[in-house]
């Protein structure tokens, strides 16, 4: 019975260790006797590897999309090009539109109704080509286009009396007054969005406004001196071109009242702009037709 303990205990001994040992990390494994197979621990090392390998391979993909997403320096400053090209192009055109604008009513200047009409037209034929051709592509829905055409009547009826009176002001001032009479579209526009949209601006918007108001002021009452550029012309014309950029800019007013409108009717999308254009300038020229017996 003591020989068959004992043969037993040799065959399959464990070593035992102190309490104190249990305070490091060890692993505690029978002991193998010499028919055994010995335990290999690669596993666990293996598991170690791949994990740290997995990790920096984790790491190198976030540095390289990291890296991708920001703009490079060429991307920014091309950027920057295409906006600064479009804004001198934008005030080229402008300025051309301008000094054609004093040059057609030259040879035109009794028949400024006629000019404001022909351009009413063009306007008509470029902007519902573009609306045509936007709708076919699907920028344009059937959605912006049923939204109501009740304001577009005022708006062809407000841009209708502007150009008219533009042009008719325009065909008995001098050219460079042109445009400094044009600046007080934004005084009209600003008082006109508190009436009606009730906008709130700030006293630096105000100040401008009033130095634009003081400017035009200076130009008009410039014309009793002699040599100025207005000492020839009447009070009443430089008068119907400030009328003429009122109207304008109620017009300009009510267009973006309906852009507010139509947001909340299509759900927070857009509406596209050639919607707007289009049938204002569409209203404007069923507007102005029947004085044009009146005024060729």
Request: aromatic share 12%.
């Amino acid at each position: 019975m003591a020989h068959s303990l004992t043969s037993s205990f040799h065959s399959t001994s464990f070593f035992f260790f102190p309490p104190s040992s249990f305070n490091t990390p060890k692993l505690l494994l029978p002991t193998m006797s010499s028919n055994s197979q010995p335990l290999h621990l690669k596993f666990s090392h293996t598991n170690r590897t791949r994990t740290t390998t997995t990790t920096n391979n984790n790491r190198l993909k976030i540095r390289a999309s990291s890296s991708s997403d920001d703009p490079s320096p060429s991307t920014s400053s091309g950027t920057n090009l295409i906006l600064f090209s479009s804004a001198a192009i934008t005030v080229s055109l402008a300025l051309a539109n301008r000094v054609l604008y004093k040059l057609a009513l030259v040879p035109m200047k009794d028949y400024p109704f006629f000019l404001a009409q022909f351009t009413t037209f063009g306007y008509v034929v470029v902007y519902f080509s573009m609306l045509y051709i936007r709708y076919r592509a699907g920028i344009v829905s059937d959605e912006m286009l049923a939204i109501p055409k009740l304001r577009f009547v005022a708006i062809g009826f407000l841009e209708a009396l502007g150009v008219a009176t533009g042009m008719f002001a325009a065909a008995v001032l001098p050219g460079p007054v042109i445009p400094v009479l044009s600046q007080t579209f934004l005084v009209w526009q600003l008082m006109i969005s508190i009436l009606l949209l009730g906008r709130r601006y700030s006293i630096n918007q105000l100040v401008g406004c009033l130095l634009v108001a003081t400017g035009v002021v200076v130009a008009i009452t410039s014309g009793s001196n002699t040599g100025q550029v207005l000492s020839e012309v009447e009070f009443f014309w430089p008068a119907l071109m400030i009328v003429s950029s009122a109207f304008q800019a109620a017009a300009s007013v009510i267009k973006e009242s309906v852009f507010i409108d139509s947001a909340i009717r299509l759900k927070q999308k857009s509406l596209d702009i050639f919607v707007v254009n289009s049938f204002g300038s569409g209203f404007q020229a069923v507007m102005a037709l029947p004085g044009f017996p009146c005024f060729t």
